[in-house]
């Protein structure tokens, strides 16, 4: 499935509708710590979620238990599905930051960066951290002929009241205006 939402395809974060980043005094964790010298806070940026590579520790870390990430999508498209992909279990120190609850959404006008605007709710997900599974996929329970900007807000996470890393956000659909190429 091809992923609209890849930083090196074109897509891009929205700030206005992006949360702060999480801002630590010592290393995410103790074994990126061991490697560098750098906090995360040095060189994180949200655009870590919508780049590949899966990591360990090299996830975007939002600040607080719950927030958002605009992103503006690199096609014209109508969105089918996200993709919520969290470092496994197995190779993680800590899994409570794992996002928990999410929505998603979408702003309706002319303007993307509009803040004031108003938003078109689309889809509610869960990611299950339990799961064998790290790569989950969430069919959108609203679709629309064409959305430029995805919102995805984390209303919980696994348990850490700090921060919620996302590794990586992806955006499935189906090409705008050609309604019948699908790529979903």
């Not at 990126?32 to 994180?44: A, I, K, M, P």
């Not at 960066?113 to 069919?139: G, K, R, W």
């Amino acid at each position: 499935m091809p992923d609209f939402a890849l930083w090196s395809a074109g897509a891009r974060i929205v700030p206005t509708f992006t949360s702060p980043t999480y801002r630590a005094s010592q290393p995410i964790s103790w074994l990126h710590g061991l490697f560098t010298s750098h906090t995360q806070s040095e060189w994180w940026f949200p655009e870590v979620a919508i780049s590949p590579g899966l990591n360990a520790s090299n996830c975007w870390p939002m600040n607080g238990s719950s927030g958002a990430i605009g992103i503006s999508v690199a096609r014209d498209i109508s969105p089918q599905s996200i993709t919520v992909e969290h470092v496994p279990r197995h190779l993680s120190l800590d899994s409570r930051s794992a996002p928990k609850h999410l929505e998603v959404w979408s702003p309706l006008g002319h303007s993307p960066t509009d803040a004031q605007q108003c938003f078109v709710f689309l889809s509610e997900m869960f990611y299950d951290v339990l799961s064998v599974d790290h790569i989950q996929n969430f069919p959108l329970q609203q679709q629309f002929s064409y959305i430029p900007v995805i919102i995805i807000v984390v209303k919980s996470n696994w348990g850490n009241e700090n921060f919620t890393c996302l590794y990586c956000i992806r955006v499935h659909g189906v090409l705008y205006p050609n309604h019948g190429v699908a790529l979903a």
